[in-house]
């Protein structure tokens, strides 16, 4: 019998990242700066990542404007704007060493915008209780990107681009051995071996039809985990971001950054009032992300929304000196999509899907999943944010978390010796689902990936979107179980090359999977919290604060579990109190 390598096209790691955004290549750093030969492979082109939609800036009490602040009071501010289900050690985690990794990255080259002492600057974001976002304009996100792709480069990680990994490969012993997927370019087989796999794939927002995510994000990274075993947490918590374009149609959905809003940007309705203060008399502007977005759908659902159904985000008053300077990309972004000077009047924007909470569930310490060789970072892995996540906290949770699952692999493969005898058959399971599609059309089956997803996004905003019923939940999974078998009936035509049909007919079977348990867990979940907001349960209820939902993947079914979480210390419940969560500094430029 001919061997892998006579087989496929095959390559030898000690540690494989799959994902090539913030969380991805903090990762690849720290397993090679401990010795171990790494490589990251991205679904697209490296750069192109969800990370540089993170605009507005990242979140570490550094203290340079607020003097006041620290890691005890961005701790706080995490757990009560995730409702008090996010997962208390990370969140521990994560406001102790946010600093430490923002100066990390200052030191690897990032060039942040200063104050007049020479200090990183740090601007005001909704909901959290200082001025705490460290910032580059309004394109944090490129520059972090931008920095950590060259310490990448520079500390010997290799690169594989436009590669899809398709299935975790594991050894007779069960541990994860590597990933099996496929080169875009001309749809060629690729096996890469590994001692541990860090997934970093990022969000699924794709599964919704209004969305800031790109195409890339279509949940491979997590059904991947769910299908070799990993639990996965709390994927009933869905961010939609308060402010995306709406108009003009071909621009619906992409983010307005919450920096807007930071620098003194007022949300109005139709009527010209500023509605918030019916919201969130407090922090108006700067509310929770949660309480904004659904503060926009009901002035809409009131009748008091803009033209095209929205509501006006005003930074006019600012001055176009200003704007031009705090603002670049959103002054360019508005001028040529939409042909609005946002110097001169307000902006249509309104909900749109922008991050997940939920995500595979890992060990705060290491980052490891439930099963092991598997480590996840970033937008894939839940915990940390709980039921809502802050603006600012995704792009300092990937340098955080980024560093801890590449050393956490890198402890796990030096640990582990050789890789044992890979499992051909999940090779062969998964060679059988991937030309699936065109022995389908062989056989006069017609199913069009594209219009097939069509149909799961329109399940997915009609049932799942930011106003949830249990009624409408039901009748969402009757129908996403009905997209369950068609997807067995996807089909393409001609070869493997440059065939987009191809790549979106595994897409698909990787979003249904994730959006049926999404689905079971909105089900499960009978109260309102964060994002998940139940028209039929509109309270939070005490007892669903004390625990999560973790679903499981048994043969082809979706299983979802009630679990307790963990108490946390009382010397840190102590730290979270119900007072406001932005200070007056922090709110002043807003109440202009």
């Not at 090359?497 to 049926?516: I, L, T």
Request: with cysteine; hydrophobic share 40%.
């Amino acid at each position: 019998m001919s061997t892998l390598a006579e087989r496929y096209e095959t390559h030898d790691y000690d540690v494989i990242v799959v994902g090539a955004g913030g969380a991805g290549l903090r990762a690849a750093i720290s397993a090679s700066q401990a010795g171990m030969k790494t490589a990251v492979i991205c679904k697209s082109l490296l750069g192109k990542a969800h990370t540089v939609m993170a605009e507005g800036g990242v979140a570490a009490s550094l203290g340079n404007v607020d003097h006041e602040d620290g890691w005890k009071v961005h701790f706080a501010d995490t757990m009560k704007g995730g409702k008090g289900i996010n997962n208390w050690r990370m969140a521990e985690i994560f406001a102790k060493e946010a600093p430490d990794r923002v100066l990390e990255l200052e030191r690897w080259g990032a060039v942040f915008d200063r104050t007049p002492a020479g200090l990183i600057n740090q601007r005001p974001f909704g909901a959290h209780s200082y001025r705490r976002l460290a910032h580059i304009g309004d394109r944090t996100g490129l520059e972090i990107i931008r920095s950590l792709q060259d310490k990448g480069i520079h500390s010997g990680i290799d690169v594989f681009m436009e590669y899809t990994m398709t299935r975790l490969l594991k050894d007779s012993q069960g541990r994860v051995s590597g990933a099996f997927g496929y080169r875009r370019e001309d749809g060629r087989f690729v096996v890469f071996k590994a001692k541990a796999v860090v997934i970093a794939t990022g969000g699924w927002g794709k599964v919704f039809k209004v969305t800031s995510n790109s195409w890339e994000s279509t949940g491979d990274g997590l059904a991947m985990a769910f299908e070799a075993g990993a639990e996965l947490l709390d994927l009933e918590f869905v961010q939609f971001h308060p402010t995306g374009m709406v108009w003009p149609p071909g621009a619906r959905g992409i983010l307005v950054t919450e920096a807007v809003r930071g620098e003194g940007g007022r949300l109005k309705n139709s009527e010209g009032r500023r509605f918030m203060e019916d919201y969130d008399a407090d922090r108006m502007e700067l509310s929770a992300r949660d309480i904004v977005a659904r503060a926009i759908y009901k002035e809409v659902q009131a009748g008091r929304g803009t033209e095209h159904g929205g509501a006006y985000l005003d930074i006019s008053h600012r001055g176009a000196d200003y704007i031009k300077k705090k603002l670049p990309s959103m002054y360019e972004q508005f001028l040529k999509l939409a042909d609005v000077d946002i110097t001169q009047g307000p902006m249509e924007v309104g909900p749109t899907i922008h991050y997940v909470m939920g995500g595979i569930k890992v060990d705060p310490e290491s980052a490891a999943a439930s099963v092991a060789g598997i480590f996840a970072a970033g937008e894939v892995a839940g915990g940390l944010h709980g039921a809502n996540r802050l603006g600012g906290n995704s792009l300092s949770d990937i340098l955080v978390f980024g560093r801890r699952a590449g050393e956490g692999a890198a402890a796990f493969a030096q640990g582990r010796g050789e890789i044992g005898e890979i499992d051909e058959s999940l090779i062969e399971r998964e060679e059988k689902v991937m030309l699936q599609p065109f022995a389908n059309y062989e056989a006069g089956k017609r199913e069009n990936p594209f219009t097939f997803m069509a149909d799961l996004q329109e399940v997915m905003g009609e049932y799942n979107g930011i106003a949830r019923t249990g009624e409408g939940l039901a009748e969402g999974l009757k129908r996403m179980l009905v997209l369950k078998e068609r997807v067995n009936d996807l089909a393409v035509a001609d070869s493997r090359m440059f065939n987009p049909g191809w790549h979106s007919a595994r897409d698909q079977r990787f979003m249904v999977e994730v959006c049926e348990a999404m689905i079971r867990c909105g089900i499960e979940r009978a109260e309102s919290r964060g994002g998940h907001w139940r028209l039929d349960h509109l309270d939070l209820d005490p007892d669903w604060g004390k625990h999560n939902l973790i679903s499981t993947l048994e043969g082809d079914e979706v299983r979802i579990e009630k679990r307790r979480a963990t108490e946390m210390p009382a010397e840190l419940a102590e730290l979270i109190d119900d007072k406001p969560a932005v200070s007056q500094a922090a709110l002043q430029v807003t109440r202009q």
